[in-house]
């Protein structure tokens, strides 16, 4: 069984600049959940997508937007880039019936803005 | 706002030197507790969940022990395969769906 793939793996901007970001989770999961990594303040919840809807919000600024096709793949895109948004961006999918927390992450996408 | 404090920052251990690991959180109403391990330019990958205090979880040299206010992860006879960031995140009853919030994690290195 296939895992979650985040495309692309490594990327660099530059300030201003918009970024996009893929994943495509395990067939039959549903829930796609996108999370940001970097060494000060780990991993802080993005976003949530289920059945196209977004079901839950973390606190970042509206620059950080998110969408769900209808084949439950995911991208997130991320505009005016800033320094501080060099990260490891992190996809996560989960059936989400049962809500037990276990998420399938994918390996990320790092992002370097320059 | 809901906090996860994880004890210690890093670890090194000999090879059968066993440890626990610690993960103190404050969360209004807990729905689960979940320790996940992460290797170097890898996602996390889920190995716990635990739901209420005094639960415990096991998987192989692994056990996971929850209290109303932390949680342990206890490792025994640890390898060098067992080297990896180690993240303890929880879920609030009032969250729906999977939005977890993690601590900064342990680094635990192994010695042959």
């Known amino acids: 069984k296939a895992g979650v793939t985040q495309t692309p793996r490594y990327l660099i901007k530059t300030r201003g600049q918009q970024v996009t970001l893929s994943c495509s989770p395990i067939?039959?999961?549903?829930?796609v959940s996108w999370y940001q990594q970097t060494p000060g303040q780990g991993l802080q919840f993005l976003f949530e997508?289920?059945?196209?809807?977004?079901?839950n919000k973390g606190n970042f600024p509206g620059r950080f937007s998110g969408r769900q096709f209808s084949n439950s793949r995911s991208e997130m895109n991320v505009s005016t880039l800033e320094l501080g948004d060099s990260a490891l961006y992190l996809c996560a999918s989960s059936t989400r019936t049962q809500n037990t927390g276990e998420l399938f992450f994918g390996e990320g996408s790092r992002l370097t803005v320059l | 706002e809901d906090q996860v404090t994880q004890s210690p920052e890093a670890l090194r251990l000999q090879e059968g030197e066993s440890s626990s690991l610690n993960c103190s959180y404050t969360v209004s109403g807990l729905r689960g507790l979940f320790w996940y391990r992460q290797d170097p330019g890898k996602g996390p990958e889920f190995l716990f969940t635990l739901y209420s205090a005094g639960e415990e979880k096991e998987k192989e040299r692994l056990k996971a022990t929850l209290t109303k206010k932390e949680s342990f992860l206890h490792i025994t006879a640890p390898k060098p395969e067992d080297s990896a960031t180690y993240l303890c995140a929880v879920q609030a009853v009032r969250e729906y769906g999977n939005k977890l919030v993690f601590g900064a994690g342990t680094i635990l290195r192994v010695k042959s």
């Open positions: 067939s039959g999961h549903r829930s």
């Open positions: 997508y289920f059945s196209e809807t977004q079901r």
